[in-house]
């Protein structure tokens, strides 16, 4: 028989280990659910949350034109179709990019159709207003080779480009003609899976890094979630224009950090093209 005093630590102890495994176990789901939804960027994202969140570079002198933000729905839904089977809206972006030679391109990335098999057997890839049945253009045919999913520090991989015919200018973006943003620049990332409902779009940041391969950037709290985000547009806040494509996610002390990948790098892929597939014809 216990004695009250040893009853109350008994009792004591229980409730300490019970809301330390309570603790423990929403950790692990939490890890959990970001590996389902980001399995590709997983373990980039382990890394990320025993980091310091960096200073943040002070605003930077652009000597870049000044230009206005966008007007209307920018990022959009990306929809695919595979072998044999009917249009599905996928749980992820794209967007319209004006290249230098005048055509328009379609752009989403790459782990948002093969993530799960290099070799997908697609037959048709479409971007839409996300909650809107009609596209905005329907693919039949690639940009030079799809990119593959990215492994690592290089996210210029992850991206697929894809013939746009015939397509509203309403919905068509300009490239910043640096390439890139530069640190300490503040951007907005345009989500495609927007929906009037979430009015914390769209979301902003700060740049925290930029090179030929991968741009960092801290956004501003106020999203829980950026599932769904990947391949949709980043834009200058100075310049109006497009400076990459949403790739990665990952937390840094409850702050998200987003990976993109460079506008320049996108551009000179699409201008470089020397290969134009049929969707339905490509096997890696």
């Known amino acids: 028989m216990l004695l009250p005093r040893e009853w109350l630590q008994r009792m004591k102890l229980r409730f300490i280990l019970r809301g330390a495994l309570t603790i423990t176990g929403g950790m692990f789901l939490g890890v959990t659910i ?13 890394s990320w949350v025993t980091i310091s969140i960096p200073s943040t570079p002070p605003p930077p002198v652009i000597m870049a034109a000044r230009g206005d933000l966008p007007k209307g729905v920018v990022g959009l839904r ?9 249009y599905e809206p996928a749980w992820a972006s794209g967007f ?12 989403t990335a790459a782990h948002s159709l093969f993530q799960n098999d290099p070799n997908r057997s697609l037959d ?11 596209f905005v253009f329907d693919a039949e045919t690639y940009v030079g080779l799809p ?8 996210l210029s991989v992850d991206c697929v480009l894809l013939q746009a015919n015939h397509v509203d200018p309403a919905f068509i973006l300009q490239a910043d003609e640096r390439g890139m943003p530069q640190p300490g620049e503040r951007i907005i990332l345009f989500s495609g899976l927007r929906d009037e409902q979430w009015n914390a779009w769209p979301w902003q940041g700060t740049v925290l ?12 709290p106020g999203i829980w979630n950026p599932a769904g985000m990947s391949g949709s547009p980043v834009i200058s806040q100075y310049t109006g224009k497009v400076v990459g494509m949403t790739i990665a996610a990952g937390l840094r002390r409850m702050r998200w950090v987003i990976g993109v990948n460079p506008i320049g790098s996108l551009v000179q892929r699409a201008q470089s093209a020397h290969e134009f597939p049929k969707i339905s014809d490509f096997q890696r």
């Open 34 to 46: 970001f590996a389902l939804m980001y399995p590709a960027q997983f373990v980039q994202g382990l």
């Open 78 to 86: 990306l929809w695919v179709q595979d072998r044999g089977s009917s």
């Open 96 to 107: 319209l990019l004006a290249v230098e030679d005048g055509r328009v391109i379609g752009l």
């Open 124 to 134: 048709r890839i479409g971007l839409a207003v996300n909650g809107q049945s009609d």
């Open 147 to 154: 990119g593959v999913p990215f492994n690592g520090q290089d």
């Open 209 to 220: 890094s930029a090179d030929t391969k991968a741009v960092m950037l801290l956004m501003d």
